[in-house]
């Protein structure tokens, strides 16, 4: 099985910036995608970004040009870098990976328990 550890959520006021990190640990053969997704209350999940094993990444339009996705594949870790932080930026956010807990396995998607983000207007 594959473990997945955020950190680095919080309180912030609007303009700040927070950095949340993820790291996945456990029976690892190979990651694929890691990324984060985001819920807010009464709304569905939703994709913030992901970055794939050979580093290309994709945005949501909301948050293009204010968050920067990066990976770490020798820790198995990817970071979430938020600036010019808004309210609506406000949610849980949960990291993800898709990943092969051993060699010729399938890919499995698994999710972190999520970490907190609040953005003060």
């Known amino acids: 099985q594959v473990q997945l550890v955020e950190s680095g959520g919080g309180l912030v006021q609007a303009g700040g910036s927070l950095r949340l990190s993820c790291a996945a640990s456990?029976?690892?053969?190979?990651?694929?995608?890691m990324g984060w997704y985001r819920q807010a209350p009464g709304k569905q999940r939703e994709l913030v970004a992901d970055?794939?094993?050979?580093?290309?990444?994709n945005y949501a339009d909301s948050v293009k040009g204010r968050f920067t996705i990066s990976r770490d594949n020798a820790k198995n870790t990817t970071y979430l870098q938020m600036n010019s932080l808004r309210a609506e930026d406000t949610a849980v956010y949960y990291c993800?990976?898709?990943?092969?807990?051993?060699?010729?396995?399938?890919?499995?998607?698994?999710w972190g328990q999520g970490t907190q983000v609040t953005v003060s207007s």
């Open positions: 970055i794939r094993s050979g580093g290309s990444r």
């Open positions: 993800n990976a898709v990943a092969a807990p051993y060699s010729g396995s399938p890919y499995y998607n698994y």
């Open positions: 456990g029976s690892i053969f190979s990651i694929n995608v």
